[in-house]
């Protein structure tokens, strides 16, 4: 269903212009969709679906946790809503709304939280979410997808139309490592294996998949045979897959671009722990807030590159080995 095409290059096409044409084609395959903003569809190239659909393209203002509310009741009402923001705002600011209004309630709800964790890059600190994922696991039945590329985004948005429920969305809006060809599909709980291997299984989400198959290349290179793995939902979590992997290579890293407190690393540590203890080792943000500067800086700040990972495949290896 799905075909790796990565070779470091990154795609010619914008996340937020893949995410408009995507919430454009929604628009025009189900007379049930709407889309909601909160004052940024100029970030988000979603002015001309706007203007197209003036009715269904709704800019609520800077009220996220309004939006919300406005979401759940159109849920209510029948309506299958998309509602963007920053990813900050996605998650802490409308929180309550969203687990009350939309989890509780048991409205249907896919929210886009754009720019999580580094890739806020200037926009700094306050719009810089790394615990987003963990706040957004504690909500009974929520989906977590965490998109790679403009592929994967276009085929999850599609795939959660008619998902029940509470749906978190991370995406970045400037463009992204290519890692799938065009017409790639996915499965709701189900990981993408996209390199084999037999000494280490590297388990990632979003940005950081491509952080991996480039760390793969080089451990190869040492002659560590990693297998790679895009997590594709962080919830649910595809346990089988992560079971299968962890006993076929018996050393586990988890790579992501959110607080190591809540996240993939701890979903999955979590799992192995019960069913399979597993030498696991987790490469992520630890615990701290975030900063602005440029995109690769803040990688390099935070740790968020195929060297830690590396280095982090090496510690699993060598206990491995004792």
């Keep these: 269903m799905y075909k790796v ?49 003036p009715e269904r393209a709704i800019d609520c203002g800077i009220q996220e946790a309004n939006m919300v509310g406005v979401a759940a009741g159109m849920s209510a009402a029948g309506k299958k809503p998309y509602v963007h923001t920053f990813g900050p705002f996605a998650s802490r600011r409308c929180f309550d709304q969203v687990f009350l209004s ?50 994967q985004l276009q085929d999850i948005l599609l795939k959660t139309k008619d998902r029940p429920g509470v749906t978190y969305i991370r995406t970045p809006r400037k463009n992204s490592v290519a890692v799938y060809e065009a017409g790639s599909e996915f499965e709701i709980g189900k990981a993408a294996v996209l390199r084999d291997g037999t000494d280490v299984t590297i388990i990632a989400a979003g940005i950081m998949v491509a952080v991996a198959l480039k760390a793969a290349e080089t451990l190869a290179a040492e002659g560590i045979s990693a297998q790679v793995v895009d997590i594709v939902t962080i919830k649910p979590l595809d346990e089988a897959t992560i079971l299968a992997c962890a ?34 080792r ?20 935070y740790e968020l590159t195929s060297a830690k990972i590396i280095s982090k495949v090496h510690e699993v290896i060598a206990i491995k080995k004792q």
Excluded: C, W
Excluded at 130 to 137: I, K, L, P, S, W
Excluded at 282 to 295: A, H, M, S, T, W
């Design 5 to 53: 095409i990565y070779n470091g290059d990154k795609e010619k096409i914008a996340m937020k212009d893949a995410f408009a044409a995507a919430i454009e084609n929604l628009i025009e395959l189900d007379p049930k969709v709407v889309y909601l903003d909160a004052d940024l569809m100029n970030s988000m190239s979603t002015t001309k679906v706007r203007k197209k659909y």
């Design 102 to 151: 939309v989890g509780y309630a048991k409205n249907n709800v896919r929210i886009i939280g754009s720019d999580p964790g580094v890739t806020a890059a200037y926009n700094g600190g306050t719009h810089m979410p790394f615990e987003d994922v963990a706040m957004y696991r504690v909500i009974p039945g929520a989906a977590i997808f965490d998109a790679v590329d403009s592929v």
């Design 247 to 280: 006993k076929k290579t018996g050393a586990v890293v988890t790579a992501e671009n959110a607080n190591i407190n809540g996240g993939l690393g701890g979903a999955v540590a979590e799992f192995l722990s019960k069913n399979h203890p597993t030498i696991m």
């Design 282 to 301: 987790i490469v992520g943000v630890e615990d701290r807030f975030g900063q602005v500067g440029e995109e690769g800086y803040l990688r390099e700040v």
